[in-house]
Nanobody, 123 residues
Framework: QVQLVESGGGSVQAGGSLRLSCAAS????????MGWFRQAPGKEREGVGA???????SYADAVKGRFTVSQDNAKKTLYLQMNSLKPEDTAMYYC?????????????????WGQGTQVTVSS
């Protein structure tokens, strides 16, 4: 079992920045994906960015060049640095983990989810 707790959400004006954190606890795996997903009201949950156990990252087209996923293995923490935020980035952001590498941006493959943290970007 893996427990995930997100933090760092909030309200910011367009063009601003936020950094989300996701603290993981519980079982550890040598091969894994950890990802960030978001869900806006009335929309499906979508992948934002992810990182695997080899440190490879992947991003949704909508956030490439603005968002950066990173991890601190010693702290068992996943980060999402969000720059140049836009109103359309407004959503609940979720951290997720799965004990397998590969297809890290595919939502349905993830086993563990955090409770989410709200990000609101005003124009």
């Amino acid at each position: 079992q893996v427990q995930l707790v997100e933090s760092g959400g909030g309200s910011v004006q367009a063009g601003g920045s936020l950094r989300l954190s996701c603290a993981a606890s519980g079982d550890t795996y040598s091969r894994y994906c950890m990802g960030w997903f978001r869900q806006a009201p009335g929309k499906e949950r979508e992948g934002v960015g992810a990182i695997d156990s080899d440190g490879r990252t992947s991003y949704a087209d909508a956030v490439k060049g603005r968002f950066t996923v990173s991890q601190d293995n010693a702290k068992k923490t996943l980060y999402l640095q969000m720059n140049s935020l836009k109103p359309e980035d407004t959503a609940m952001y979720y951290c997720a983990a799965k004990p397998r590498a590969g297809a890290c941006m595919t939502r349905s493959y993830y086993n563990y989810w955090g409770q989410g943290t709200q990000v609101t970007v005003s124009s």
